[in-house]
């Protein structure tokens, strides 16, 4: 078992260009994690709002109007906050930070090849997946924001 490598799916992609784009937050104060995970396919086309809550989608399960797929893929997710301990009892509007995301949104895929699968943003108690960036309104205040990508 010593000799089997274990690989990562985005293992042939550099992903210090990700850091990269996200310095100017660090130096505004926010807090940027970068990490691989596995998440749910939502297919947007079933829903007629701008979002999906997260707990009308997790009662709908099994539904046939339910937007989450049953799909799992791995994902890079880009998780963006405060950055201090306490995060959850800070808040920012998503205009602070809408033109970064709107830009690694843009980069990752014309240049990186990476699908953006979601937005999701959390305001206790509101959990919402956003199909894109530019569908978060400007003045939306959250604790934290997470962009998945999925490499295609």
Known sequence: MKYIKSYKIFESIDLSWFEELFYELEDEGFKVDITEAQSSVIDFSKVTTPYVDAHDMYRKEGR???PITGEVVRTLNVVVNRGDKDYLSRTFRV???KDQLLFAESFAKGE???DMMYVYTMKVPNYRYFASVKDIPD???VQSVTVTFRNN
């Open 64 to 66: 046939p109007d339910n």
């Open 95 to 97: 205009g602070d930070i």
């Open 112 to 114: 990186k090849g990476l």
């Open 139 to 141: 003045d939306y205040v």
